[in-house]
């Protein structure tokens, strides 16, 4: 019996494993991140950044937010603001641990309704991301 049990825990373990690992590939985060912010759960979205995370400009490298507690002043009126912009990406690009996504919302045509940001994910989180700014 205790065979049986080590032989089955031998086989799921590395079926959990490929699931983690998964789950933490960039794709996913960047995936998950977007499913948070338009369920509006401020506290998942936080979840996927690091404590040490940073927000700046591209291409000029000015930095927007640095740190999680700087980041949840950011995106908090987004959240808790009357209009609930849900966000739709398309396209997304996937290098390694980078990935751009250009994210699109709905609005009158005399606002802005998109925006390209870039995320660095490494060991399943935002570790820096950029908002493109261009002229």
Request: hydrophobic content about 45%; aromatic content about 10%.
């Amino acid at each position: 019996m205790t065979r049986l049990i080590v032989a089955l825990l031998a086989v799921a373990a590395p079926v959990a494993q490929a699931q983690q690992r998964s789950d933490t590939l960039p794709v996913r985060i960047a995936e998950r991140q977007i499913e948070a912010f338009n369920a509006r759960d401020l506290e998942t979205f936080l979840g996927f950044y690091a404590d040490d995370a940073v927000a700046a400009e591209f291409p000029s490298g000015k930095v927007i937010w640095q740190g999680k507690a700087a980041i949840r002043a950011g995106f908090t009126p987004l959240f808790s603001g009357p209009n609930r912009l849900v966000v739709k990406v398309e396209p997304r690009i996937v290098q390694g641990t980078f990935v751009a996504d250009r994210e699109t919302w709905p609005g009158p045509p005399d606002q802005r309704n998109s925006a390209v940001w870039m995320y660095e994910i490494t060991g399943g989180l935002i570790r820096r991301f950029w908002r493109v700014s261009l002229p």
